[in-house]
C-alpha cells in the first residue's frame, strides 16, 4: 500500500515466487518482466472493479470524505497527494462528487519518486503556498507515513484491514496518532492541531 505499482508487483513476485508463473505469460501480456504482467493483470482487475461509479460511492470511506467536507467549510486549503495515476484518481473523485472539494490533485505523474520519498507532499505545499510544517497529512499506508514525516509534517495515520498491522510495525509516528476507530478521526485531527499550536508557542 502506498507504493509504485513496480515496487509493489516486485515484492508480491518475490514473495510468492510467482517468476516462474508469470514469465510465460509475459508475450500475452506484451510485456518482458514477470512484475509487469501482475502489474497488467492487477490493473485489468481493478479498472472493471471501479468502472462501476456506484461500486467506489458503496466502498468510500466516509469519516475521510467527511472530514475533508469540514476542512472546506473552514476555509481550510486541501489536496490529494497520491501514487496512483491521474486517469484513475479523477475517476474516482468524480464518482465521489469531490473534484471541487480540492485545491490540488498531485498524482504519480508529477514527480520522478514515489513515497516514502517526500517529495509529492514537498511539491504540494509549495503548490498551495504552504509551509510544510503548517500542514496536516492523513495517510494510510506505512509508506505514506514515511513520506509525510520525513516532508517534515504533521501526520496522522488512519489504519485500515490492509495496512494496520504494517503501520504498527513501522511506529513511524506516536500511537495516538494512529486511528483505528473512524468515529476518533475528527477528534484526532483536533488534538494534532492544538499539540502542534502548542508545539510552536513553546518554541
Not at 22 to 32: D, H, I, N, R, T
Not at 68 to 85: D, H, P, Q, V
Request: proline share 5%; glycine share 4%; with cysteine.
Amino acid at each position: 500500500m502506498g507504493s509504485s505499482r513496480e515496487v509493489a508487483s516486485r515484492h508480491i513476485v518475490e514473495r510468492l515466487d510467482l517468476d516462474s508463473d508469470l514469465a510465460v505469460l509475459a508475450k500475452e501480456y506484451g510485456v518482458s518482466e514477470p512484475w509487469e504482467v501482475l502489474t497488467t493483470m492487477r490493473k485489468e482487475i481493478y479498472d472493471a472493479t471501479v468502472e462501476d461509479p456506484q461500486v467506489i460511492r458503496d466502498n468510500q470511506w466516509p469519516h475521510t470524505v467527511g472530514l475533508l467536507r469540514i476542512a472546506r467549510e473552514n476555509y481550510c486549503k486541501a489536496g490529494l497527494a497520491t501514487m496512483s495515476y491521474r486517469k484513475e484518481v479523477m475517476h474516482v473523485l468524480s464518482a465521489l462528487d469531490l473534484e471541487e472539494s480540492l485545491d490540488l490533485v498531485l498524482t504519480r505523474e508529477d514527480v520522478k519518486n514515489a513515497k516514502p520519498d517526500p517529495e509529492i507532499y514537498l511539491l504540494g505545499a509549495e503548490r498551495l503556498g504552504i509551509p510544510p510544517e503548517e500542514c496536516l497529512v492523513l495517510e494510510d499506508s506505512p509508506n505514506g507515513v514515511r513520506a509525510g514525516v520525513a516532508a517534515g509534517m504533521n501526520v496522522i495515520a488512519v489504519a485500515t484491514p490492509f495496512t494496520v498491522a504494517g503501520l504498527h510495525k513501522e511506529q513511524v509516528v506516536d500511537h495516538e496518532w494512529v486511528v483505528h476507530d473512524p468515529d476518533r478521526l475528527l477528534d484526532t485531527v483536533k488534538a494534532r492541531i492544538d499539540d502542534h499550536n502548542r508545539t510552536v508557542h513553546q518554541q
